[in-house]
C-alpha cells in the first residue's frame, strides 16, 4: 500500500531570526492511487510541501508517513518516490535513454538488461521511443516534458510528485498533456501529489484538491464539492473562473442589508445562519439571471457596465441601478457579474433586471470566512 500521510506537517525558515512559516500544521491522507491536487495562490507553501514530502526539504515538525512508515528522515533516494519538475531537470548532456536509466541500477539492483527493456517500454509508451538517441537540447518543450515523465515512470515509484510540470507549454499542449497525464496516471494507478497554481488543472485532474492559502490547508474535497459547497470565502473566491461575486451584509431582522441592496431570507435559511450578524452572500456568476421586470423576489434593477464575449457565453458585468438618474459609470462603482448564454444580445448601458435565487446563494460568517451553508 502506498498511502501517503501528511500529519501536522509544518516547515518553517528562518530569516534573520524572524521565523517564516511557509507550511502550517497540514494533515491529509491520500490514498493508495489517488490523484491529489495542491492548489493554492503564488507563495503558499504548495512546493514546500511536495519538497518535504520528496525528502529534498526537512520538516519542521509533524510527520510524513509512507502506508505505516515515517519517512521524514529518509534521503530522497530510498524513498521510492519519483518527482517530476516544472524545469524538467533532464541532463543536457546526456541522451533520453541515459536520462531515462541514469541511476537505476543502483536504486533498483536490476540487471542492464531490464533496465533497457523499461526504458523502452515506458519510451513506447509516452511515444518517445524515436528520440532514445536525442539529446534534451535536441527536442521540444513537450517532447522534454515527456522525456521527464518517462523518466519518473520507469522508476516504478509507489509516488509520484509532480510540480508544475505542464506550465511551460503552450496552452493547446497543456490541455493535451493534461488528459493524457491523467489517464496515464490512471492506468498505473500510482499515488500521485501534483501541484499547481491552476485552476483549472485542478479542476479538471485530481481526484480531490487540497487548497492552500498562507501555508493552511483550507479544505481537501472532490472538485465538484470544492465548487459547490466550499468551506470558506477562501476557496470561495479561488475557485472558479469569473470568480463568485461576494456581498457583504448585516442581518436585520430576517433580511439582510447590503450598501447595494437587501435580501430577504426563508425562515430555512435562517436557520443555517443562526446567531451570525454579519453575513456576506456569494453568488456564482452563473447563478445570477437576467430577467425582464425587476419587481419579483430577489430581482434587482441594474445597469451593463460592460460585456465580456466569451463565445459560447457572455460575462455581462453589472452595477446596481439607485434609480437610473446617471447612467454614467464613474469607474469606481462595484460591479458583479453574471454569465450568460453567448445568443443574449445585451449591451453596454443597458437596463437589466438580474435575479439572485436564493436556493443559489452561498452564505458566510464576514468575521471567521467559514461557510454556514
Ligand atoms: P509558487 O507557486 O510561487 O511556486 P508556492 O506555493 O510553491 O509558490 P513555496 O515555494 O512553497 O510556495 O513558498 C512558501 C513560502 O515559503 C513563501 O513565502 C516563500 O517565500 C517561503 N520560502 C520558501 N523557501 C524558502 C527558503 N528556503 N527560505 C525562506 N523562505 C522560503
Excluded at 352 to 368: G, K, M, N, Q, Y
Amino acid at each position: 500500500m502506498a498511502n501517503l500521510t501528511l500529519d501536522g506537517v509544518t516547515k518553517w525558515f528562518d530569516d534573520d531570526g524572524d521565523r517564516i512559516v511557509a507550511v502550517d500544521d497540514v494533515h491529509v491522507d491520500i490514498e493508495d492511487g489517488e490523484f491529489l491536487v495542491l492548489v493554492g495562490p503564488s507563495g503558499c507553501g504548495k512546493s514546500t510541501t511536495l519538497r518535504m514530502i520528496a525528502g529534498l526539504e526537512t520538516v519542521s515538525q509533524g510527520d510524513v508517513r509512507l502506508g505505516d512508515r515515517v519517512i521524514n528522515d529518509q534521503p530522497p533516494t530510498v524513498r521510492d518516490i519519483a518527482m517530476v519538475f516544472q524545469s524538467y531537470a533532464l541532463y543536457p548532456h546526456m541522451t533520453v535513454q541515459e536520462n531515462m536509466s541514469f541511476g537505476l541500477e543502483e536504486s533498483t539492483g536490476l540487471s542492464d538488461d531490464t533496465i533497457a527493456r523499461r526504458v523502452e517500454e515506458t519510451a513506447e509508451m509516452m511515444g518517445i521511443d524515436d528520440l532514445l538517441d536525442r539529446k534534451p537540447g535536441e527536442l521540444s518543450g513537450g517532447q522534454q516534458q515527456r522525456v521527464a515523465l518517462g523518466r519518473a515512470i520507469v522508476r516504478d515509484p509507489d509516488v509520484f510528485l509532480m510540480d508544475e510540470p505542464l506550465s511551460n507549454l503552450d496552452a493547446k499542449l497543456r490541455s493535451q498533456m493534461r488528459t493524457e497525464l491523467q489517464r496515464l496516471q490512471e492506468d498505473l494507478g500510482v499515488t500521485t501529489v501534483y501541484v499547481t497554481h491552476d485552476q483549472t488543472e485542478a479542476m479538471t485532474m485530481g481526484d480531490r484538491i487540497a487548497i492552500l492559502n498562507d501555508g493552511k490547508l483550507q479544505q481537501v474535497a472532490t472538485p465538484i464539492e470544492a465548487y459547490h459547497r466550499p468551506a470558506n470565502l477562501f476557496v470561495a473566491g479561488f475557485i472558479g473562473e469569473p470568480s463568485m461575486n461576494f456581498f457583504e451584509m448585516e442581518r436585520e431582522g430576517d433580511v439582510l442589508v447590503g450598501d447595494d441592496f437587501e435580501y430577504s431570507l426563508t425562515a430555512e435559511t435562517l436557520d443555517e445562519i443562526g446567531d451570525t450578524e454579519r453575513v456576506t452572500l456569494g453568488i456564482r456568476p452563473e447563478d445570477v439571471e437576467l430577467v425582464s421586470g425587476g419587481e419579483g423576489a430577489h430581482e434587482f434593477r441594474t445597469v451593463v457596465d460592460v460585456v465580456e464575449p466569451m463565445g459560447n457565453e457572455n460575462n455581462v458585468y453589472l452595477r446596481f441601478d439607485a434609480g437610473g438618474d446617471d447612467p454614467q459609470m464613474t469607474g469606481d462603482e462595484r460591479t458583479f457579474v453574471a454569465t450568460v448564454g453567448g445568443l443574449q444580445s445585451i449591451e453596454d448601458g443597458q437596463e437589466v433586471a438580474a435575479r439572485i435565487p436564493e436556493s443559489a446563494i452561498h452564505l458566510f460568517d464576514t468575521e471567521t470566512g467559514l461557510a454556514l451553508r
